[in-house]
């Protein structure tokens, strides 16, 4: 089974964000792979191994840093990355400007299946997976649990997480599959894999080079911290008892929630 | 005249709250009201949009429409949304909501701006705020294109009564089945009525110090003494242990949320889980450890063992009824 799975290099979730215009400053940030995509990277390794043949491409929009997000998943098993290593596009990419550029890269691939976390946890939009589906034509399913493929690739049977439950998806290939927490646990990268991934071809290319037209529909104007929570006040009493009943009195008569 | 249009979501045959609050939203920003609410059995509850402001109501009815099919969705909300030309489409940023979304934008050939939990008119314009790095930061979005996609977060706006001129008008879709290619095979709901974490106006949340998967049943009793609105949440390490379903993670890579009141029971406050909460109305943590980083975004704190103080409260809470 041949797949995709698009990446993107994020902020580690340890960062404490200081913002600075539209964006944030970058100075002492920690880049890592978004770790929905991690859970898309593992399920391609997954159904490679499983099927004993096909290959897995990464596709990654963003800087020359993102290179080290590509390198971990070549390292984690992926055979062929592509590289949109463009600065000024991606630093404008809106979702929508985002699933253009990886949906042309993807459009000359071979895939049965394109693979990619639910949400980036930098911009929290989660919109990429729906617009790539619809940019390339095929179906999507978003939200994904599990995923079975049939002996023959011809379709996948797939559980996504609903409002209160799960459902059961079965959809002809090829399609996109968001990845939610909870798919699989995905591998640390060996050492070998490590060496490895070093020679593995990864092709750079522009936006503009992959004939991307489109650009973004919408625009951060301003970036923004919330206002600093203040510590609150210690409830005081002799012992769990008594601090219990202050709390309950205080959420009675004080919050109004019973 | 181009107004708004809802997307009106229908779920165990009620109209969501979020929904009625983007009219709410809607009716305050001027200009005509539409909805659009599709659904097997969704004529019924179509007249209910109009208390909210809703001036003419689009109704998608048929059997077709009893499990949400994304393609079936979408191809019938753009149809609607083709003849009606609004400037804004509005939507609750429910589960549904979010999967449907970016899909309908895409299909306009437009942007979206996910999960908003403040909208301001600027002439034309919306100017959506909504949270980013999983709530510790805000962006100010403006969408470029019209019509101009958005979907807000449950609980962002109040419901506000505020009639409409509620015409309704069914209107027959033509679908396209040969691109209906994913079919629903069955659907596994919990049996719980609780609400989702997202949508809670009351969340009691355990963490690490909760010892255990079975020392949970003490937080459900306790949720359920705030009523319907209310559900339990847990931290990254309570999931990860495995002894909630990642359902109910709070934090960077799980939910974010802004109930009204958010109890926090042996949760320490990394960082990723702070940002996941702190927007709550009001926090209360129970910690036996002082120096927890909790606390320092707590309303009201307990320095003490949560397996005497929640049990107590529990009590202390049954007398209030």
């Known amino acids: 089974m041949n797949t995709v799975v698009c990446i993107k290099q994020v902020p580690d979730t340890e960062t404490l964000i200081k913002v ?5 400053v970058q100075d002492g940030v920690k880049w890592v792979m978004n770790p929905y995509d991690e859970f898309a990277v593992e399920e391609a390794l997954r159904q490679k191994e499983k099927m ?8 990654s929009l963003g800087p020359d840093r993102a290179i080290e997000a590509i390198r971990t998943a070549l390292a984690m098993g992926a055979d062929t990355a592509v590289h949109i290593n463009d600065a000024a596009f991606a630093e404008k990419a809106d979702p929508y400007a985002t699933a253009a550029a990886l949906a042309a890269a993807v459009k000359g691939l071979t895939y049965d299946a394109v693979f990619v976390g639910k949400q980036a ?3 929290d939009a989660g919109q990429v ?6 940019m390339l034509g095929i179906p999507v399913v978003t939200m994904v649990i599990k995923f079975d493929v049939a002996d023959d690739k011809s379709k996948a049977t797939v559980t996504r997480e609903v409002e209160g439950g799960v459902a059961v998806i079965e959809v002809p290939l090829p399609a996109v599959f968001s990845a939610q927490k909870g798919l699989n646990e995905p591998r640390y990268a060996s050492l070998p894999g490590i060496m490895k991934a070093k020679k593995k071809p990864v092709d750079a290319k522009t936006a503009a080079a992959l004939g991307v037209t489109e650009g973004p529909k919408t625009v951060v104007k301003e970036m923004s911290l919330p206002p600093a929570r203040q510590a609150g006040k210690k ?5 769990a008892a008594a601090k219990a009943k202050e709390l309950a009195r205080i959420l009675h008569e004080d919050v109004k929630a019973v | 005249m181009p107004g708004t249009l809802i997307y009106a979501e229908v779920q165990k045959g009620e109209i969501k709250k979020g929904s009625f609050e983007v009219v709410s ?3 305050e920003f001027g200009g005509e009201v539409a909805a659009c609410i599709i659904g097997k059995g969704a004529e019924g509850l179509a007249s209910q949009l109009a208390k909210f402001g809703a001036d003419k109501i689009y109704v998608v009815d048929g059997p077709e429409y009893e499990n949400y099919v994304p393609e079936a969705f979408v191809q019938a909300f753009v149809q609607v949304a083709k003849t009606v030309n609004p400037s804004v489409i509005l939507a609750s940023a429910t589960a549904q909501g979010k999967d449907f979304v970016p899909a309908v934008a895409a299909r306009l050939g437009v942007g979206a701006v996910s999960d908003c939990v403040d909208l301001q008119k600027n002439g034309d314009k919306v100017v959506a705020k909504r949270p980013v790095y999983a709530g510790k930061a ?10 101009q996609v958005i979907a807000v977060r449950p609980n962002s706006f109040a419901v506000k009564e505020a009639a409409g001129a509620g015409a309704v008008e069914k209107v027959a879709v033509s679908l396209d089945a040969s691109k209906i290619k994913a079919v629903v095979k069955s659907i596994e709901l919990a049996q719980t009525n609780e609400p989702d974490q997202t949508e809670a106006e009351i969340i009691v949340s355990g963490g690490r110090g909760m010892k255990g998967p079975e020392n949970f049943k003490m937080l459900e009793d306790l949720a359920k003494l705030f009523g319907p609105t209310a559900t339990t949440g847990a931290s990254r390490a309570a999931v990860d242990a495995g002894w909630r379903a990642h359902r109910y993670q709070v934090g960077q890579t799980g939910k974010t949320v802004s109930p009204n009141l958010y109890i926090a029971c042996g949760i320490s406050g990394a960082i990723q889980h702070l940002a996941g909460m702190s927007t709550a109305k009001v926090i209360v943590a129970i910690n036996k450890d002082a120096e927890a980083p909790i606390f320092t975004k707590a309303d009201y704190g307990v320095v003490d063992d949560l397996f005497n103080v929640v049990p107590a ?3 202390e809470i049954k007398k209030f009824k």
């Open chain 1, 20 to 24: 600075q215009g539209a964006g944030i």
């Open chain 1, 52 to 59: 004993k043949a096909g290959a897995v491409t990464v596709v």
């Open chain 1, 121 to 123: 946890i930098d911009d």
């Open chain 1, 129 to 134: 997976p729906a617009m790539l589906g619809e």
């Open chain 1, 235 to 239: 409830i005081a009493g002799d012992d």
């Open chain 2, 25 to 27: 939203k809607a009716k």
């Open chain 2, 138 to 147: 805000y962006a100010m979005v403006e969408c470029v294109a019209d019509p």
């Open chain 2, 313 to 315: 409260l529990i009590d």
